[in-house]
């Protein structure tokens, strides 16, 4: 295997196991755009902002594997979080984002969540994975 094959492969390991690891919500966006030193101005352009990453995250979720119900706790969690803003209610807010994580969190319908251990397709990735981080 040559080194352009391994790093892809190592590159695609490290971002399947970095995936959890990202925000789930905007509002998480706020924070580590501080903590890397990003200043963020005030008013309209946070709100247009947090409105857009919550439509982008909303058209995600409805593109996903997802069931029918989660898909649509996701949608009115989205539109609750952005509604809360504009309105400046910090519950309706809270509520939002709160149901945008679980959503998040909630299993894709047929990920292979009940394969057994044995399966040829669990030994594969299981293959793959190990080879990916030797």
């Known amino acids: 295997m040559g080194v352009k094959a391994a790093v892809a492969r190592i590159g695609s390991a490290a971002a399947a196991f970095a995936l959890p690891l990202a925000p789930k919500c905007p509002l998480c966006l706020l924070p580590l755009a501080a903590a890397a030193g990003v200043a963020l101005p005030d008013g309209p352009v946070v709100e247009l902002g947090v409105g857009l990453a919550a439509s982008a995250w909303t058209a995600l979720v409805l593109a996903s594997r997802r069931a029918p119900s989660v898909k649509g706790i996701a949608a009115a969690a989205a539109l609750l979080l952005v509604a809360g803003r504009a309105a400046g209610l910090d519950l309706a807010v809270w509520a939002g984002a709160a149901g945008m994580l ?19 397709s669990s030994r594969s990735f299981a293959r793959a994975t190990w080879s990916a981080l030797r």
């Open 102 to 120: 679980a959503a998040a969190l909630a299993p894709a319908s047929g990920c292979g969540r009940h394969q057994s251990p044995e399966s040829s």
